[in-house]
């Protein structure tokens, strides 16, 4: 069974479209994240939300909006995409963050391209 | 925002080989973890080593940590073709999971 799963996989869209990704996790997790990772191989986390609650919200175009409409599913609606949103990205969940040691397990990923 | 720092970059060895990498970060931690990606994968978590801890082990990882130098290593002993991946660092500050950039690990058969 998958733990984190996200769709679509693959996603090619044009230039001022308005596209989303989906994420769920089967572990009973509190905690899900969703990074952007780069050509480069950069991994950049964008947001984190514990329980549909947002805790983390990095320096994020507000073109990207998540949604938790449980704990088990964090979504991410993008507007108006751009050339620069092309990359991949990656849902991720962990136990919770009110403690430590905190280990975090990673969907396979959604390669966007904008063309 | 990226904290961590890894070298190298890219290390290319033979099969059979022991591989290194290194991680430095600013912040202060309270655990550093080890991640690995193969291409076109997400990543996976190998070990985890607490700020209290040295040096660890799982298999044929071997991991240190040196808080005084804001440092830590992994080592892979008698590297297979499978270990060819990427390996991230991430360090746990305040709760949030800082990653290095990565160091591509190519093991030549």
């Known amino acids: 069974d998958t733990a984190v799963s996200q769709t679509p996989k693959y996603l090619v869209t044009q230039m001022g479209n308005d596209k989303s990704i989906k994420c769920e996790q089967n572990?009973?997790?509190?905690?899900m994240y969703w990074y952007k990772q780069d050509s480069k191989k950069f991994l950049k986390i964008m947001f984190s939300?514990?329980?549909?609650?947002?805790?983390i919200n990095e320096t994020v175009p507000n073109r990207f909006s998540p949604k938790s409409p449980d704990k088990a599913h964090l979504n991410l609606h993008i507007n108006s995409l751009e050339l620069g949103d092309s990359a991949v990205y990656f849902c991720?969940?962990?136990?919770?963050?009110?403690?430590?040691?905190?280990?975090?397990?990673f969907g396979p990923g959604t390669r966007l391209l904008v063309l | 925002s990226q904290q961590g720092e890894e070298d190298p970059q890219a290390l290319s060895i033979q099969e059979g080989e022991n591989a290194t990498m290194n991680c430095s970060y600013k912040?202060?931690?309270?655990?550093l973890q080890w991640y690995r990606q193969n291409s076109g994968r997400g990543l996976v978590h190998l070990i985890l080593?607490?700020?209290n801890e040295r040096e660890k082990h799982s298999g044929r990882l071997r991991v240190t940590l040196d808080t005084s130098k804001k440092s830590s290593s992994l080592l892979i002993t008698a590297s297979r073709a499978a270990d060819t991946a990427s390996y991230f660092c991430?360090?746990?500050?305040?709760?949030?999971?800082?990653w290095g950039a990565g160091t591509k690990l190519i093991i030549k058969p």
């Open positions: 939300y514990n329980n549909k609650e947002l805790i």
């Open positions: 080593i607490r700020s």
């Open positions: 572990l009973g997790h509190d905690t």
């Open positions: 991430a360090m746990d500050s305040n709760y949030q999971l800082i």
């Open positions: 912040t202060s931690i309270n655990n």
């Open positions: 991720a969940s962990s136990q919770d963050t009110s403690g430590r040691f905190q280990t975090q397990y």
